[in-house]
């Protein structure tokens, strides 16, 4: 593999030692520690080894939406041509059949990280939404696109419908985990948009489309802070990576990323910086007006996912006090659907 890659000659893999990491609801992550019989200087000392969960209930759900197979194909298809940094991959396979696979990349822990739960910075927040606008641009209105048959597509009814029915019976069980920590109108939210969730999410598929990561949040992003860094943001876990309106990737950045006093004091300087640098970046023909409907789009595009996310998640969470504080967090930052008035667009 690393001889394929061209990063070692003569040198012989002597070693491997495997530690967990922490991973996300998807995948499990290991740390590989690679010791080498001889010098080798192009070859990385630490690799990220991602492969499927073993846990049969998420291992199910990751199956019946194709997370694996999608993350392996954007890496094979895309790569470091995507138009945002993305971590160098070594190796990459799926195997269909026994729904295993196996995704090598760079040890990027030279880099800061940001935890699931800790409140986004506002110069982070910039840095994201900026390099955000740039993927975004590159693929603004590109109709290859559509010929992508892997790439995630809220507006295809068949798949909204199923993402519908997959989170519809489990609100009962994400209700009851969250108890108060669920923000007032989330519950009633949830429980509306479950039987209009195909009708409202097929906005995302009109014309003009562009690449999402799919899953934008500062835990999915590494942030480069020297001062000549070439690439200030890396984002990686593309596992639901799709083609829609720009708004999917900022829906769910405000929904998962800031404490909300902090997102209520920035999210107006943000929506508009990125605006700015879509236009500035050769996006023509979108309004303001546009882009807050395509975020609330987004927003509520997320909802099937994340209420499963979180459900998945509680039991472990809910066993530490750590856990039991960033579990409330999530929760308590469904309440940007509130604020954004996200129930108007569900049909009544």
């Known amino acids: 593999?690393?001889?394929d890659k061209g990063v070692i000659d003569k040198s012989t893999v002597e070693s491997v030692s495997a530690s967990v990491l922490d991973g996300g609801a998807a995948s499990q992550v290991y740390?590989?520690?690679i010791e080498y019989d001889s010098d080798a200087e192009r070859a990385p000392n630490n690799l990220v080894a991602k492969v499927a969960h073993q846990n049969p209930e998420t291992r199910s759900l990751v199956d019946d939406l194709d997370l694996y197979e999608t993350e392996i194909l954007f890496y094979q298809h895309f790569g470091a041509a995507?138009?945002?940094?993305?971590?160098?991959v070594y190796f990459s396979s799926y195997d269909s059949a026994a729904g295993e696979m196996m995704l090598l990349?760079?040890?990027l822990s030279n880099l800061r990280s940001v935890a699931s739960g800790v409140d986004c910075s506002f110069d982070d927040a910039v840095k994201a939404f900026d390099a955000a606008a740039g993927l975004h641009a590159k693929w603004w209105g590109d109709e290859s696109l559509f010929d992508i048959p892997w790439l995630i597509d809220y507006s295809d009814e068949a798949y909204a419908t199923s993402l519908s029915e997959k989170y519809s019976p489990h609100i009962d069980r994400f209700v009851e985990s969250a108890g108060s920590y669920l923000p007032s109108g989330v519950e009633q939210i949830l429980r509306d948009l479950a039987p209009k969730y195909a009708e409202v999410v097929a906005h995302s598929g009109i014309r003009p489309v562009t690449l999402n990561h799919g899953d934008y949040k500062p835990a999915n992003i590494f942030f480069d802070d020297s001062e000549d860094a070439e690439n200030p943001i890396v984002a990686f876990d593309w596992q639901v990576v799709q083609r829609g309106r720009s708004g999917l990737d900022l829906g769910q950045f405000f929904l998962t990323s800031f404490?909300?006093?902090?997102?209520?004091?920035?999210?107006?300087q943000l929506v508009t910086g990125y605006h700015n640098a879509l236009l500035d970046k050769g996006v023509t023909d979108y309004s303001m007006d546009e882009l807050y409907f395509d975020i609330q789009v987004g927003l509520l595009s997320r909802i099937p996912l994340r209420t499963l996310a979180l459900v998945l998640g509680a039991e472990k969470q809910l066993a530490t006090e750590a856990g039991t504080a960033n579990f409330a967090s999530m929760c308590d930052r469904l309440q940007v659907l509130v604020d954004w008035n996200c129930d108007e667009l569900i049909p009544k």
Request: glycine share 4%.
């Open 259 to 268: 404490n909300n006093d902090t997102r209520t004091a920035i999210e107006k």
């Open 31 to 33: 740390k590989l520690v």
């Open 105 to 107: 990349q760079e040890d």
């Open 1 to 3: 593999m690393l001889r």
């Open 82 to 88: 995507v138009g945002i940094a993305v971590p160098t």
